[in-house]
């Protein structure tokens, strides 16, 4: 629905089971083509990412169980295919810097693919990570707040994302064919779901979105996981203490076991002049705490004046859009950088000539980033101390020039 | 992008201009042939809908200023094209009453048309009104919750729509180029707008809101309309009290100088066991007030039980939907309802064998249901008399079956 | 409770039954003198208000059923006691205006009594209804924001106040016993609950609220009244449309038959340049709409700057203030007013000396306009017609200086 | 006005100052005669608390700053006197200890004083710590709801306690004459404030609040302590990771430097059947969430159905009690444990005669417990470990018999 709402992308292929009568049967009833559904994702890549410019496609969206992610991933980058893959990127810290390096240097992005090599070709990223929660318009209205100083020095971060969807042993052999048993079956096993899945699933989300608005990077980590289910053998539940870069602290944590809660992700930052706070459930308002103690609630394209939160906006103030949209922005976005001419002159390095609107989505450093935070949370708690947590790229996620022309609310 | 959505519908020409060139410049943006883009309804539906099934369109949707829906609508309409007109339906009853029965006899969708004079046939309507707020599925709930008794006896009804965007003279000519102007300027002028466009702008928005949730038709009704805003032509608040059937009573409010309001179109039934509580700009959320005092706040995909509400639901509790979603809500059932088998055994009424589900779309009935409430509500202004509010058609609404399936929550 | 807070008034006496055992029981209980505990208002105002200073009380608060208050409010200000009388103030307009008479004339509070006549003596009012909603902090900073400009020229005014607890019939014998009954008997009771209970008992406050924010009065008025619960004698559900002074349109609705709801008193005020919402569930909070479709939420005592709301502000924001802080705001204005310097220079008029400060609190007029509110909207009712709503008083209510030294926040 | 608003207590001497003239002015203002206003504490203890059943008080309140709380509260529990102090009980915990067993043995409130050793003599604590949180009504029925079983098995929560109003140096000499410099500067000053400031002063409300909710006490903690406004020379934000017994996680964060936050306590307590969510700034409302993702809100009598809630409420529901009541349903639970019937059958423990009701106040106990949290909380953070966490007494806090006559909302 996110590809299809502003009409960028166009469904033309898939692999929808490792079953092939169910794969058709998906596709079918998407309205793909028999012969381009698949049963295995390698048979997908080497029917659709050859030389038959008919047949090539564009972009492979990702959505399998996380130990998958790394292979598929990788099938698609080896042809030169973009990729958008659902996070966590991977489950080990060495395959995710495997498909950090798949992804920068292979730009081939349509047809014919230019050559990296040659003077004056740009090599654009072919990869993006659906941390989709910063495709909202109120997550970049408030990053443009902090990131312009209109909160001041950020002192405390706050990121806390809970669930209640596993406060019961769901993924139970008797619970088989209740609602979400197979995403809590194979998520609970650690040899699919990754080290630690609170983290992984949500966890992530939760660190790339501090990330995303603060732009400060964990400096050290300490955590405490647990499994608070009785019978479940992987953590659902982690809180994690930050130290971030310029002597801010925070504070980030997940749970799935939080009865009655739905999928609530939240932030506040507060800073030397004032705080954000913004929820996830109520993704259109973004709440700008005062020093006096009053706080104004900015609406989507009603008292929101960023440039970002503006383009990432598509109704009217008071018509509410939700979480397809933030979705699509994040395609519009990797969809419209992918796009981009690939040549610019001779002398110029590519960071200078990419905005902030042309990389205003996770690439795949943001994603090796979340993988990296899980290992290192998982050391962390298992030795009971804290763990530095150095930069996963010496010169840390990239730098993105803030937005300057906001008016002040 | 509601059309979009579900890929129920495909955009397949247009007309978005008087001019051919700004036509053209649109439906190019869009993607459409050139061949395909009108500089006029009429010329459109002379080209697309004639017996060419190549061209022929199945849907046209009406989204011209109020004062050509009627033309419009009748254009496509007398050729058998079903039709998806914007509210109010038409600016003068006859109008409306008139594509009441151009839609309602000439059932012609899709090729080849059924002959709707033979027995066994079934003539379905051709008419959707969008009236997109009963898209939402939190509405739907709160019907389903009133319909099944869960409150009670119905005694109170408030619904209200308040805006500020009006709050200024925003149709002044020195504010041409603003933000709104263009919409401000032919709304504000009787021959286009209506006669009173905050009700037939958002008033029929209310009205209809609270018949589909409540099921009660107005039997009389009081009206206040009034300017507010100096130098203004037509009314810009409306206020509008009810006796409805059964013994209810009713208070609708409508206004666009509502400084600093967004969108806010709000429902309250109050009934003997309970009332409900609906806010548009939440649209998630419903709130079920208990007689002790406590309220169950009821959350779209996560507490809400009943078939409708989970029909319209596209994503898991806690992934916010909303604007674009109710919409598409709308088409998917006026196009599902298209679609159907328009055979059925000979003797059987057509009533007979309609589920709730299978109308759950506003009708060009309830399209001129709000027009007549219109011009009713001006009568009482001006006159300063109760007026009898008789439903338009003698048997009143088309009764739907209730949702008798559902838990109580 | 209220008295009791701020120790300005410390209990004396009490007749709290027309049963001497019963009135005697309650006054132990409250810690008075046995022979100061009276079965008759009349007996006690005989006793109490006499030329014996050791005695002679203060203050008279009334909280008998309606149709006491004038007997009881008159035995006392005959006797020169000051009085706080519940609202309605009287049970029928003519009642209420001569207690604005006795009210006015006969300032003797305190001892010896100064004597009105003579030159240079200010005769002070003796009389106070408890609109109690009127000394919430955010009550008054609302009402700073509309006298000082911020939200412009005010176009519409929008004031509820819906409760759910007669959602059923109540006062029926055989509720005899269940929590509320004896309240619920009386009232629904027209010769003890007055012409209207609901506009009486709620819809009064609601009118105070709406001239005590504003300033303005209504001009015309309509009313729809009724009884929506079968078998109940008396009105429990009201709208009045209001046309106000200057232009403003408004819009009264209160109800007895919300099921659910508490008690929700609300006031909108849209005007030019913005608008304010404050609600008396969560009284800490007032709301400030901008014109850009933000709000701001201003706090007690946080954010909110006006110095009335400073005056009737105990403790820091964060820190919750209530029902009974805005019932001792009142008593606290009214004693401070009692208990003022009667002497003034010889030629100057009354109202020139005394300030918003010194008259924040509801007056007798505020009670006669109320009562007159109630019999109007009866009358426009019952004739289903506009009913013109002059002034009481020719004058209008009191004018009162407005703050404006604020600071704009 | 705690003490006022029940008339349990009158307030009759006091020491308000180190100066003797500001001591008596204080006094003066509160209506205290010349001679019973003092310089010191001890002074007023030895005043006050000897022989002269005339003079001698039932009750001191210890609010002096923090580290003046062992001496003062010392001073009147050796003679008899009972305390209510401010929490923390002492910046100590061998102080703290200490005025344990000072209140525990030495009941001799009232005239003539019971000794404590006859057969049948009851001897009742003297303390009280104002852990002032948990007189909410709201609060017990969140207990009621835990500790009956609502939301089943405990699996974790979460307790903050933010502010702002340190956001900046407040405490810098340049402020001096700031609103708050006073109450800053010794907080901030280690000697005075004690160790941690922001666990002291508002950590410990939150370690209280979830002893109290919960009925869980920490086994282990691990926190982490910091600056972060430059130029401080006292923690002003603070995370606590716990493990509570039975297995439930804790998270319990503090902060005075969350800019724009005025006093925003609130708990979460998830459990194997649904959770429950309070928040101090709005404190009628408790919300009840529930397994299927819809929640509950229950507001003080309306809903809140337990003998504890219904005790702690003085009006009906829908009109807001706040902060000062809170307050004083602490003042009259103690108030009524000290003036209870001393005697009692022989050979019955004290334990089992006293009931929920007659203990529902926080004791010294719970103050030493808090203090000895915050000392456990600083070793951890100077040590960057986990800290056994075992309980201050051998049998933990007084189990209070659950209410079970509540019925489930």
């Given at each position: 629905?996110?590809?299809a709402?502003?009409?960028?992308?166009?469904?033309?292929?898939?692999?929808f089971?490792a079953?092939?009568?169910r794969?058709?049967?998906?596709?079918?009833e998407?309205?793909?083509?028999?012969?381009?559904?698949?049963?295995?994702?390698?048979?997908?890549?080497e029917?659709?990412?050859?030389?038959?410019?008919?047949?090539r496609?564009d972009?492979?969206?990702?959505?399998?169980?996380?130990?998958?992610?790394?292979a598929?991933?990788?099938?698609?980058?080896?042809?030169?295919v973009?990729?958008?893959c659902?996070?966590?990127?991977?489950?080990?810290?060495e395959?995710?810097?495997?498909?950090v390096?798949?992804?920068?240097?292979?730009?081939?992005?349509?047809?014919?693919?230019?050559?990296?090599?040659?003077?004056?070709?740009?090599?654009?990223?072919?990869?993006?990570?659906?941390?989709?929660?910063s495709?909202?318009p109120?997550v970049?209205?408030a990053?443009a707040?902090?990131?312009?100083?209109?909160?001041?020095?950020?002192?405390?971060?706050?990121?806390?994302?809970?669930?209640?969807?596993?406060?019961?042993?769901?993924?139970?052999?008797?619970?088989?064919?209740?609602?979400?048993?197979?995403?809590?079956?194979?998520?609970?096993?650690p040899?699919?779901?990754?080290p630690?899945?609170?983290?992984?699933?949500i966890?992530?989300?939760?660190?790339?979105?501090?990330r995303?608005?603060?732009?400060?990077?964990?400096?050290?980590?300490f955590a405490?996981?647990?499994?608070?289910?009785?019978?479940?053998?992987?953590?659902?539940?982690?809180?994690?203490?930050?130290?971030?870069?310029?002597?801010?602290?925070?504070?980030?944590?997940?749970?799935?076991?939080?009865?009655?809660?739905?999928?609530?992700?939240?932030?506040?930052?507060?800073?030397?002049?004032?705080?954000?706070?913004?929820?996830?459930?109520?993704?259109?308002?973004?709440?700008?705490?005062?020093p006096?103690?009053?706080?104004?609630?900015?609406?989507?394209?009603a008292?929101?004046?960023?440039?970002?939160?503006?383009r990432?906006?598509?109704?009217?103030?008071?018509?509410?859009e939700?979480?397809?949209?933030?979705?699509?922005?994040?395609?519009?976005?990797?969809?419209?950088?992918?796009r981009?001419?690939?040549?610019?002159?001779?002398n110029?390095?590519?960071?200078?000539?990419r905005?902030?609107?042309?990389t205003?989505?996770p690439?795949?450093?943001?994603?090796?980033?979340?993988?990296?935070?899980?290992?290192?949370?998982?050391?962390?708690?298992?030795?009971?101390?804290?763990?530095?947590?150095?930069?996963?790229?010496p010169?840390?996620?990239?730098?993105?020039?803030?937005?300057?022309?906001?008016?002040?609310?």
């Amino acid at each position: 629905m996110a590809l299809a709402l502003d009409g960028g992308f166009e469904l033309a292929a898939g692999a929808f089971s490792a079953s092939s009568e169910r794969s058709r049967a998906a596709g079918a009833e998407l309205g793909l083509a028999r012969e381009r559904t698949y049963a295995s994702f390698t048979e997908m890549a080497e029917a659709e990412a050859g030389s038959d410019s008919e047949r090539r496609i564009d972009l492979a969206v990702i959505v399998t169980p996380n130990h998958l992610h790394t292979a598929a991933a990788a099938a698609f980058l080896e042809r030169g295919v973009a990729v958008a893959c659902d996070k966590p990127l991977a489950t080990r810290l060495e395959d995710a810097e495997k498909l950090v390096k798949l992804a920068a240097g292979r730009r081939r992005y349509g047809d014919p693919a230019p050559d990296p090599t040659s003077p004056g070709a740009r090599s654009l990223p072919l990869g993006m990570v659906t941390y989709n929660y910063s495709g909202y318009p109120m997550v970049k209205e408030a990053r443009a707040l902090v990131r312009t100083g209109r909160i001041g020095e950020v002192r405390k971060v706050i990121v806390e994302y809970v669930q209640g969807w596993l406060a019961n042993l769901l993924e139970a052999p008797e619970n088989a064919g209740e609602p979400g048993f197979k995403q809590a079956e194979w998520r609970s096993d650690p040899t699919r779901g990754g080290p630690s899945p609170v983290l992984g699933d949500i966890g992530t989300h939760a660190h790339h979105l501090l990330r995303y608005v603060t732009g400060l990077e964990p400096e050290r980590i300490f955590a405490k996981l647990s499994a608070q289910v009785p019978g479940r053998l992987v953590h659902d539940d982690a809180t994690v203490l930050l130290e971030l870069a310029g002597g801010a602290t925070g504070l980030l944590h997940a749970s799935q076991v939080a009865t009655g809660e739905r999928n609530h992700l939240r932030i506040r930052v507060y800073g030397s002049e004032g705080g954000i706070d913004w929820r996830q459930e109520t993704p259109e308002e973004l709440r700008l705490l005062k020093p006096d103690g009053s706080t104004t609630v900015l609406h989507r394209a009603a008292g929101a004046t960023s440039p970002a939160a503006g383009r990432a906006s598509r109704l009217p103030g008071g018509h509410p859009e939700g979480f397809i949209e933030g979705f699509a922005n994040l395609y519009a976005a990797f969809g419209a950088d992918l796009r981009r001419d690939r040549t610019a002159p001779e002398n110029s390095s590519p960071d200078e000539r990419r905005s902030d609107e042309e990389t205003d989505y996770p690439t795949f450093e943001d994603g090796a980033a979340g993988v990296r935070f899980v290992e290192q949370a998982v050391e962390s708690a298992e030795s009971g101390n804290w763990v530095d947590a150095e930069a996963i790229f010496p010169d840390g996620p990239t730098d993105r020039s803030p937005d300057t022309s906001r008016d002040s609310p």
